[in-house]
């Protein structure tokens, strides 16, 4: 055999040699890994939300639910009506959450959620009622979950959870002309009674699988999870949110585009009328703009101007809120400065106050803004001193 004959014979036999080892390691991945909750990214055992007739998006009643990411494991439990929380009682006083997937608590049991905090801290007089959802809820979305549902349950003091990014964002989607148009007229479906709303929650029904198990070569899925485990812990060590997209960076640009403009102006004339509803009722309003995970990372801050060639402002958006809560008259609760002075005293690091694999407040971010939220209330006189004392 001549030389070239005899290293073509030696690559051949290393490339059949590649190929068994592959085909070793997928086999043993097969019976090993693949069919393991490790093997997803993030796995759903069923449906939790399910579209709605009046705002969009809710959850399913009577439903529980198993929820996997890397860095969480939660189980979601709704009530009756679809709030995640326990059934509503009778003869306790109410206190409505009004908000996103923040305040719905994404990745957390429902007992570890802020909603599940706050009403503790109140204690055993008052309920707080979650009507928290995920899935791009805005700040039109909670007027109109209020308007057509919320209400019907009387509550005494109103929290509307704002979180820059999310509110501002999803203020643009399209779909949300259904409920306000492009001249800032409130289009929604209105209704009289809460029976029309529990009617039509008690008959939605869970017709999708859950997470389907993922397709391919469980090798390169494999890979691909041993590279995102890495870039996330890369980001832990190094304090460096990698995420610069534009439309993240755009609430934080003093300089408002039109669009920015335009997400501000549905969110003057939604909190405009949720305002005269609660009046109406003789219940308080109260807005509190969440500190949003970007806003609390200096190094996102700082990086995200230079990508956008002019300096973000971490406060625009909070001064933003402020001023329209201060024109209409309504409380105005800003986490933003006493969620930094937390970080600062504890000494946290990226990713401060998220999980590692989300950007969604851990536990001790949900219990942070429970405790926040109550001193407010505490302070404001807006509910009682604990039975027994403070908690």
């Not at 939790?48 to 929820?67: A, D, I, R």
């Amino acid at each position: 055999m001549t030389r070239l004959g005899r290293a073509a014979a030696r690559l051949g036999l290393a490339a059949a040699g590649v190929v068994v080892a592959l085909a070793a390691a997928e086999v043993a991945l097969r019976l090993s890994w693949c069919d393991s909750s490790a093997a997803t990214y993030e796995y759903q055992s069923k449906p939790f939300l399910s579209p709605n007739p009046y705002w969009g998006t809710w959850h399913f009643p009577n439903n529980e639910v198993e929820h996997r990411k890397p860095c969480f494991t939660a189980r979601y439990t709704t009530n009756e009506l679809g709030m995640k929380g326990d059934p509503v009682r009778t003869g306790a006083r109410r206190i409505a959450l009004l908000g996103d997937s923040f305040i719905e608590g994404f990745g957390h049991d429902n007992e570890a959620t802020a909603a599940h905090s706050l009403e503790r801290l109140l204690g055993s007089e008052y309920q707080v009622l979650n009507f928290g959802v995920s899935g791009f809820f805005s700040t039109i979305d909670e007027l109109v979950l209020y308007d057509d549902f919320a209400k019907f349950f009387d509550p005494e003091v109103v929290l509307l959870f704002f979180l820059n990014y999310n509110d501002l964002e999803d203020l643009l989607n399209p779909g949300k002309e259904r409920l306000i148009d492009r001249n800032l007229n409130l289009v929604y479906p209105r209704v009289r009674d809460v029976r029309e709303v529990a009617a039509s929650v008690r008959q939605q029904r869970i017709t999708e699988s859950p997470t389907p198990p993922a397709g391919g070569s469980c090798l390169i899925r494999f890979l691909a999870s041993i590279r995102r485990t890495f870039l996330q812990r890369l980001q832990i060590a190094l304090h460096l949110r990698w995420d610069f997209r534009h439309e993240l960076a755009r609430p934080y640009l003093p300089i408002e585009d039109d669009e920015m403009r335009h997400a501000w102006a549905i969110v003057e004339t939604s909190l405009r009328r949720l305002l005269d509803i609660t009046r109406g009722q003789g219940a308080t309003l109260v807005v509190v703009d969440v500190a949003d995970p970007y806003q609390l990372d200096p190094n996102w801050i700082r990086l995200a101007s230079l990508r956008e060639r002019t300096a973000l402002s971490p406060t625009h958006p909070n001064e933003r809120l402020g001023g329209i809560c201060r024109k209409l008259g309504i409380r105005y609760y800003d986490m933003y400065p006493e969620t930094q002075a937390y970080i600062a005293e504890h000494h946290l690091a990226y990713p401060f106050l998220s999980f590692a694999c989300d950007r969604h407040y851990d536990r001790e971010g949900q219990q942070l803004m429970a405790k926040l939220v109550f001193g407010y209330l505490r302070r404001e006189e807006l509910v009682d001193r604990p039975q027994g004392g403070s908690p």
